[in-house]
């Protein structure tokens, strides 16, 4: 028992973040069965190319309004009300992705299907803020991270399972009902969440909408530094594939493991990192992130083997190197009544100004994978730099 309990303070399992962890689990292994399959459910309903773009560009976007007021709602009503109304949104988009299989009801129920995952964001992240020191802060989002992974190791395979045995449209609906189940299993777990004490919530504040000169000088040093490193991972994030089957020349399969051993790199990572990062200070685990960011495009691009690629698989894993410490600086600098907001607003602003960098990636693409490999390598020094700069500005 003594050696249990040890552990669950070494990794930050207390009270509300174990309820919110578990829930997590429950509603991604949902989640997964099918919702990678959904672009390709969009095509065997009829949908065109346009309207599956549509739909991934809605992900993207949705991520990023969704944030905001997701924030604000968990500041106004406390993490269990807002988890409660977000998972039931989601319940509410399977539902009608189950009950009409029609191209256009599943395009329109993305905007109800997505409300967990994008809405909860702040309210996942500042629950940590108020359950651990902040000497654990980077433990509790690695353990996170960890659980999030989780359902996409799981999901899929059993998704892709009913598929095969009951045909897409048959093994959609499946398992749309099973996540609806595993969804209403959700909403009872976090009814386990304890109720948020009264909030000094300022709504002054938010009526008059995100603004970075509210943040504090090192989040927005830390905000403007990851928006330059995101434009990295996203000028070549949807041609690495591309690349690595036409020019290294790889199969379908091949390129599975890579994104196995990628995943896998990253899930190793978490834990120790954490650990060293709440206890030696985490801006230079924040810097070694944003290298391996950075390093990644290049190496991709000077991988001609599988063994040169499976290298740069392993450095595309080990940009997750400092996320634990890096959210755990945005948890940080964002403490305060409006918390939620806060964070809420920093991933508005930076996923907002960042959904471009595809566009540019296949502008870039364009004139062949040296100019946007080199140009993604670009942005990721900018970015590491910028932050680099301020931060020897600040200790010194």
């Known amino acids: 028992m003594r050696n249990a309990r040890a552990v669950a303070d070494f990794l930050g399992l207390r009270g509300d973040v174990v309820a919110l962890l578990t829930a997590m689990i429950v509603i991604g292994c949902g989640e997964e069965l099918w919702i ?5 459910y969009l095509d065997v309903l009829g949908a065109g190319t346009l309207a599956i773009g549509v739909y991934d560009g809605l992900k993207t976007l949705l991520g990023a309004l969704y944030a905001y007021p997701g924030g604000i709602l968990t500041d106004r009503w406390g993490h269990r009300k807002a988890l409660v109304l977000f998972t039931s949104l989601s319940i509410i988009g399977y539902l009608i992705v189950f009950a009409i299989p029609h191209w256009p009801a599943v395009l329109g129920a993305t905007f109800l299907f997505l409300s967990w995952s994008s809405f909860s964001l702040p309210a996942t992240f500042s629950l940590v803020g108020k359950n651990l020191a902040p000497e654990k802060y980077g433990m509790g989002i690695a353990v996170q991270a960890i659980v999030k992974r989780v359902p996409i190791v799981i999901g899929p395979v059993l998704g892709g399972l009913l598929i095969d045995r009951l045909g897409f449209r048959g093994g959609m609906r499946v398992a749309l009902v099973v996540s609806s189940l595993l969804g209403a299993a959700t909403v009872l777990i976090q009814l386990r969440i304890s109720e948020d004490e009264s909030s000094s919530f300022q709504s002054a504040s938010w009526r008059r909408g995100p603004r970075i000169g509210d943040f504090r000088p090192e989040l927005r040093h830390l905000l403007l530094s990851d ?64 290298v391996f960011f950075t390093l990644f495009p290049l190496f991709l691009l000077h991988s001609q083997t599988i063994a040169w690629l499976a290298a740069a698989f392993v450095i595309r894993g080990l940009k997750e190197f400092g996320e634990p410490a890096r959210k755990a600086l945005i948890i940080q600098y964002s403490a305060g009544s409006n918390q939620g907001r806060v964070i809420g607003a920093y991933y508005l602003m930076r996923d907002l100004i960042v959904t471009p960098g595809s566009l540019l990636g296949a502008w870039l693409w364009e004139a062949g994978p040296r100019v946007n490999f080199w140009g993604a390598f670009v942005c990721g020094l900018a970015g590491t730099v910028y932050y680099v700069f301020h931060l020897q500005r600040r200790t010194s």
Do not use: H, Q
């Open 227 to 290: 928006i330059l490193v995101r434009f990295c991972e996203r000028i070549p994030f949807a041609w690495v594939v591309i690349y690595a089957m036409s020019y290294p020349g790889i199969g379908a399969r091949e390129f599975g493991y890579l994104t196995s051993l990628e995943t896998a790199t990253a899930m190793v990572c978490f834990i120790p990192i954490a650990y060293l990062s709440d206890r030696y200070g985490r801006e230079t685990f924040v810097v070694a992130t944003f």
């Open 36 to 40: 990678r399959f959904v672009p390709k």
